[in-house]
């Protein structure tokens, strides 16, 4: 009898235990509870679609980006993705506005660019090569311009750096200075990477030279790297013009640009080359190691263009 009693006070209080933890610890579920809707973030389990618009912000309508973006959504069946056009600035200031908010977004996006050192990125794997393999960003200039303008011509064709590099004058570009000075103080501070470009090369007395580039962050700081030795060091008078991609080419082509720094080969301008390397020269890359994708925060659960299916 006495043992009975034991088992029944022994029973209860196990479940008064249990019933004043339960209530002492709201945030215990129990199985078959769901986190509520409310708590919906980038942890959302609405598609990476339905989250973003089926959207990706992209550039300029020109760049040979956005045509390999429009394969890319071809190649991958994403037919109810659509492609923003806008410029390199809108773009990054939309991807700033969405990392401030921590919600997803995809962008057309490059390598060489500041973003990656600003923000946590990565690219979507591209399996079906879309945005192509190895890019070489290659430097052209008109037909001719070897001959009226030798000594640019030798400093031009000998012009090559490394994403690092030219990373290092975009991100003071981004922090707040001058295009014109990031340049000067890249090319101060590293005296010994000019020197071969430069080397044996008598400076002429004010000769004009037209630069073409588009106003894309990376050509913005190759471009004003270029002015900058060819001006101080070669005594050159450069103008450099900023226009779009067609007419970039077109400039070159026909001969009212001297150069441009800022072809990326062989995939991204693959359209404009096929149409203008004949009346071209081309001087050969001036970086190596180059590439586009699509590129989203590191906070995205996703790895691959395949995943915007889902
Ligand atoms: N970009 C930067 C350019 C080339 C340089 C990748 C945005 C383009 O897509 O044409």
Not at 120 to 138: M, N, Q, R, T, V
Not at 282 to 294: A, E, H, I, Q, S
Request: aromatic share 8%; net charge negative; charged share 25%.
């Amino acid at each position: 009898m006495r043992k009975l009693k034991t088992i029944q006070v022994v029973l209860v209080s196990l479940l008064m235990i249990s019933l004043l933890s339960g209530c002492l610890n709201p945030d215990r579920r129990t199985l078959g509870e769901t986190i509520p809707k409310s708590n919906k973030s980038i942890t959302s389990d609405e598609s990476v679609g339905a989250q973003t618009n089926y959207q990706i912000i992209g550039i300029d309508p020109g760049a040979g980006i956005m045509k390999a973006a429009h394969k890319a959504l071809q190649d991958y069946q994403l037919t109810d993705w659509s492609l923003v056009e806008g410029s390199g600035a809108a773009m990054t200031a939309t991807l700033d506005k969405a990392i401030k908010q921590q919600s997803p977004i995809i962008i057309t996006g490059w390598t060489p660019h500041w973003m990656f050192s600003k923000y946590e990125l990565k690219y979507l794997e591209d399996p079906k090569k879309s945005f192509g393999e190895a890019e070489e960003i290659h430097t052209i200039a008109r037909k001719g311009l070897k001959k009226d303008h030798p000594v640019a011509y030798t400093f031009l064709d000998r012009f090559e750096w490394t994403p690092e590099e030219m990373g290092q004058i975009m991100t003071a570009i981004q922090e707040g200075v001058s295009p014109a000075d990031a340049a000067k103080n890249w090319a101060e501070a590293n005296p010994a990477r000019i020197k071969p470009w430069i080397e044996g090369l008598q400076p002429v007395k004010g000769d004009s030279i037209k630069i073409g580039y588009v106003a894309w962050d990376s050509e913005i700081a190759s471009t004003n790297l270029l002015k900058y030795v060819l001006e101080t060091k070669l005594g050159y008078k450069v103008n450099a013009l900023q226009v779009e991609a067609g007419p970039m080419f077109t400039g070159v082509a026909n001969g009212d640009v001297d150069v441009s720094a800022a072809a990326w080969l062989p995939l991204t301008h693959a359209d404009y080359w096929a149409k203008y390397k004949d009346k071209l020269d081309d001087l050969g890359p001036n970086m190596t190691g180059v590439k586009t994708g699509f590129v989203v925060p590191a906070y995205m659960n996703i790895e691959s263009i395949e995943d915007l299916h889902t």
